[in-house]
Structures are given as C-alpha cells and as structure tokens.
C-alpha cells in the first residue's frame, strides 16, 4: 500500500487560509468516508484534528475543516494562527480493512 | 481521561527483536482498537497494524506481515507488539493509539526503539 500523497509544504500569513490536499485512489480516500487528519509538533505525538473526512472531535477549533471529493481529501485551516506551525497528516481506511497515512505536510505561518 | 502508557526506551542490536507495551486506562478496553503507528527520525508516520483487545483479532499492514507480533492481556488492560530481525532502519518512535471510527483521538507518548550495533 503507497503512502497517499501530500504536498511538502503549505504556508500563509497569518489571518489567511491554507488547504492541504492528500490524494490516493479508489482503494482507500475514494472508497470510504474514513478519511482523518493529525497536526504533530516537534518531539510530540500526533494530535487528531478531523474524523470521517469532516468531523471535528471535541476541542479541535472551528477553523479546522475536512472535505472529500473523488480520490482526494482536504484539510482547511482559516484564520491561520501562529500555533497551527506544524506537520499535518491524513490517514485513511484501505480496501483491505488496513490503513494508510499521507506523506505529512509542513505547514508554515510566515 | 483515557490514558495509553508505554513502555521504555530500548536499545537493541542488529538482529534482535524488541516488545512494545501499552497500558490502557480510562476506558473499557475492550471496546477499541489499538492501532500502531511508528515514525523514524525525521520521517513521517506509518501505520503498522491494529489488534481488537475483544477477540485478538489482528490487521497488520503488508509490510509488517511475518515481521510483527500484536498481542493484547485483558487481565491488565495491556497490548503489545513485538518486532522482530531488526535492523537499523526499525529505529523509529513507536506509537499506540486508541481507534475510535476513523480517528486516533488518543495516543501513548511514544517509545523510542533504537537499533545499533
């Protein structure tokens, strides 16, 4: 199973909004609503951010937001803040009831 | 609150095989997945498999397949994974974390697996 794809790095200032793509195929982003995203800051563990594709859990900010459309899932951070300065993954459900996480995307806030 | 606590820092050599703990508290454990996740120096994350602590049924990533071991003691709320003929690229951080649908919302804080000769 290959890694899903993700761009290296996003950055924007801070006030502004950035998307980060994570594209896989039909065997995994495109098949299910299973698609979830992770923020990670140096030396700490992942921290998840959106479930199911667009669900936010609890105590995640409002200016996070997941979508989905065909192979590609994406992950919107408006408003971008100074603390949002991290590496972000998506992670999905496979085919074969396994899972498979992105490539990770640097997120800078210039 | 939901806790996974892991254990040690392990130092092993080439060759050798290291087991993994992870502790669960703060929620009934058999109810979720344990998912394991590891992450080399300054790489990114890669899912390694999940157990179910209810049966001990287990979904190991292709890669893992005949290379890894999860097991689970319900008597202690416990999982664990064993890794074996390591080699230097197994030097990663080892990650469990609860499964709740398709998120991870709670991870242990890691152990460190450092394979040198």
């Known amino acids: 199973q290959s890694a899903l794809t993700q761009p290296a790095s996003v950055s924007g200032s801070p006030g502004q909004s950035i998307t980060i793509s994570c594209t896989g195929s039909s065997s995994d982003v495109g098949g299910y609503n299973y698609v979830s995203w992770y923020q990670q800051h140096p030396g700490k563990a992942p921290k998840l951010m959106i479930y199911?594709?667009?669900n936010r859990p609890s105590g995640v900010s409002n200016r996070f937001s997941g979508s989905k459309s065909g192979n590609t899932a994406s992950l919107t951070i408006s408003g971008l803040q100074a603390e949002d300065d991290g590496d972000y993954y998506c992670t999905s459900k496979t085919s074969s009831a396994s899972y498979v996480f992105g490539t990770g995307t640097k997120v800078t806030v210039l | 609150q939901v806790q996974l606590v892991q254990s040690g820092t392990e130092v092993k050599k080439p060759g050798a095989s290291v087991k993994v703990s992870c502790k669960a508290s703060g929620y009934t454990f058999t109810d979720y997945n344990i998912h394991w996740v590891r992450q080399a120096p300054g790489q990114g994350l890669e899912w390694m498999g999940w157990i179910s602590p209810n049966s001990g049924a287990t979904n190991y990533a292709q890669k893992s397949q005949g290379w890894v071991t999860m097991t689970r003691d319900t008597s202690i709320s416990t999982v664990y994974m064993e890794v074996n003929s390591l080699n230097s690229d197994d030097t990663a951080v080892y990650y469990c974390a609860r499964g709740v649908s398709s998120g991870y919302p709670d991870w242990g804080q890691g152990t460190l697996v450092t394979v040198s000769s």
């Open positions: 199911d594709v667009s």
